[in-house]
């Protein structure tokens, strides 16, 4: 079973703060994403990456930078919270480009800025 | 764009009784299509996914689920539940051309009772 860790479990900043959230998959697997879950919206996507150095924009990215440093770590960069970035943030990594790949999710980081 | 939407915000059904769970995809051509539970404090898991040949897709722990082309549907179906089910319960859609980008519906959160 693929393995997909995500760090920190709970984080509380302020307005204005600078977040790293890091995300670490055991697999190789090529695709990571970082989705965020809010009530009555579900997961959203912020930003995904098919490899090192590569990064691709999701669906709602405003406010975020990410980065995939390697084929295992991807990092959610928040560098000016704002209270609408209060929310649970999901990391997921997938084997291959076919689009019926399941997802790999890891436990999620809890995000509260005040 | 492909979306999806889940009518059902909460769904609650004694311990026994049989489960529908309710999923609307929109996409104009055959989608890629899944569904994911979330138990407390983790992260997603796959159930099933379907994206070609039989409509009714098997998938753990006694899920089906029955794609229909002509209602634009992937409802989620259970004989018989588990209080063990109660979680909250993902549809989700990823298009044929799109590689890896998966959309998710709101979420429907079961609840079992005894």
């Known amino acids: 079973e693929a393995a997909v860790t995500q760090s920190p479990r709970n984080k509380v900043t302020v307005t204005g703060g600078n977040v790293t959230l890091s995300c670490r998959q055991t697999n190789s697997h090529n695709y990571m994403y970082w989705y965020r879950q809010d009530t009555g919206h579900g997961l959203r996507l912020i930003h995904y990456s098919y490899g090192a150095g590569n990064l691709q924009i999701g669906d709602v990215p405003d406010g975020y930078k990410a980065t995939r440093t390697t084929q295992e770590d991807f990092f959610l960069l928040l560098e000016l919270a704002s209270p609408s970035q209060t929310s649970l943030y999901f990391c997921?990594?997938?084997?291959?480009?076919?689009?019926?790949?399941?997802?790999?999710f890891g436990h999620g980081t809890k995000l509260s800025v005040l | 764009a492909q979306s999806v939407t889940q009518p059902d915000a909460r769904v609650t059904v004694s311990e026994g009784a049989s489960l529908q769970l309710r999923c609307k995809y929109s996409?104009?051509?055959?989608?890629?299509l899944f569904w994911y539970v979330q138990y407390p404090r983790q992260g997603l898991q796959m159930l099933l996914k379907y994206y070609s040949g039989d409509p009714v897709v098997q998938g753990v722990n006694g899920f089906e689920a029955e794609f229909s082309k002509s209602d634009s549907s992937f409802h989620l179906r259970k004989a018989s539940v588990h209080w063990s089910d109660s979680a909250v319960y993902f549809c989700?859609?990823?298009?044929?051309?799109?590689?890896?980008?998966?959309?998710f519906g709101q979420g429907t959160i079961l609840k079992v009772y005894l």
């Open positions: 997921a990594s997938s084997d291959a480009a076919n689009s019926n790949e399941r997802l790999f």
């Open positions: 989700a859609v990823s298009a044929t051309s799109s590689g890896q980008k998966l959309v």
């Open positions: 996409y104009s051509a055959t989608p890629y």
